[in-house]
């Protein structure tokens, strides 16, 4: 039998054969599609019941609407001041730019917070960025707001250990996410104090940031640099975590009471430690990487813990779209014109210098 040629070769008349043409999609990616299909499959019936109830935004306060936007753009802000901490750097526009592309990303592709992330990081490094200091700092900065993420349940202990009349399961996930707290700050001490982990998160950035910049020069030597990035991160945090600390914690205390004023909307009268819970709980399935955001899992999270709360099934349901439609598809579509922006003032000068 004949032996099928290597792509590039000739044949013995001199003539070329055509090259191999490698799989249109892979396997992986197939995989992946058919869970993701699947989990929203499956998650569907939550999806109409908050999205089939669009005509039920034309009786809220459009006030109310503006109330959220605000309290969204207040939420942003405070993540870039903690990207600015752990980057120390003050170029506010570059910083608040790359976040809300990155961010716009990281919602729209499924298991999108990788990429969003290495997005960011790219965008900061065409920026004029260090890259090393660019990959160090906004690692570190979502870890930093990752822990604090998992504390805020800790909040409501207090109010659950004083009496207060909350459902068994989101007193659970207050449990859960106290020792997940515990968890992630044990995590970041060691990032910040070990050198085996840093070296691993170089290699899995390096590699994501290649990735997605296919048509650019390959990054190297990342995970050297960053040991000596994060030497000065971990010195920058220690005479600024409490910054760092406040600067997350009003991150997602913003997106929270943008919850809260989309209950106040619908006319909901919820205990507010309960809403926490049921917050947390929401944007902790926003984190499963199989649909582009978490939508299915946080619209189904949401409403049911919601529920839990003790908010009717209508008003859980308006509230739950009027907050998604704010935080979820507002930040998406405000990656198009930031990026446009990005582009115009940063795109044709910042790659020819690198300011730190």
């Known amino acids: 039998m004949r032996e099928r040629p290597a792509s590039g070769t000739t044949s013995p008349d001199g003539s070329a054969f055509p090259a191999r043409a490698g799989p249109i999609v892979s396997r992986r990616r197939l995989v992946a599609l058919a869970i993701e299909l699947l989990a929203i499959y499956v998650l569907w019936p939550f999806l109409v019941a908050v999205y089939s109830s669009f005509g039920g935004l034309s009786s809220l306060n459009p006030a109310w609407f503006v109330v959220m936007v605000m309290l969204e753009i207040a939420s942003f802000a405070w993540m870039w001041a903690l990207i600015a901490i752990c980057l120390r750097s003050t170029r506010w526009f570059l910083i608040g730019t790359t976040q809300v592309v990155g961010n716009a990303v990281g919602l729209v592709v499924p298991g999108g917070n990788p990429v969003g992330t290495a997005t960011q990081i790219h965008l900061l490094v065409s920026g004029g960025l260090d890259p090393a200091r660019?990959?160090?700092?906004?690692?570190?900065?979502?870890?930093?707001?990752?822990?604090?993420?998992?504390?805020?349940?800790?909040?409501?202990?207090?109010?659950?250990?004083?009496?207060?009349?909350?459902?068994?399961?989101?007193?659970?996930?207050?449990?859960?996410?106290?020792?997940?707290?515990?968890?992630?700050?044990?995590?970041?001490?060691?990032?910040?104090?070990?050198?085996?982990p840093v070296a691993s998160v170089g290699r899995g950035v390096q590699g994501l940031r290649n990735l997605v910049a296919r048509r650019s020069p390959p990054l190297t030597g990342l995970p050297e640099r960053l040991s000596t990035e994060r030497t000065q991160i971990r010195t920058a945090l220690r005479a600024r975590w409490g910054q760092a600390i406040v600067a997350s914690a009003c991150n997602w205390l913003f997106d929270y009471l943008a919850l809260l004023a989309s209950l106040a909307a619908v006319g909901a009268d919820a205990n507010p430690a309960a809403v926490l819970l049921a917050y947390t709980a929401a944007i902790w399935l926003a984190m499963v990487p199989v649909t582009p955001g978490g939508i299915g899992f946080v619209e189904a999270g949401l409403l049911g813990m919601l529920m839990l709360s003790g908010v009717a099934g209508p008003q859980a349901t308006l509230a739950t779209l009027a907050y998604r439609l704010v935080a979820y598809v507002g930040a998406v579509l405000a990656g198009f014109p930031t990026y446009w922006w990005y582009r115009r003032r940063l795109g044709t000068t910042a790659l020819a210098a690198r300011r730190p």
């Open 134 to 196: 660019a990959s160090t700092g906004v690692v570190a900065a979502g870890l930093v707001n990752l822990a604090t993420l998992f504390a805020l349940p800790v909040l409501a202990v207090p109010a659950i250990l004083s009496g207060v009349a909350v459902n068994p399961g989101l007193e659970r996930a207050a449990w859960l996410g106290a020792g997940a707290f515990v968890v992630l700050t044990a995590v970041l001490a060691v990032m910040l104090l070990a050198d085996r």
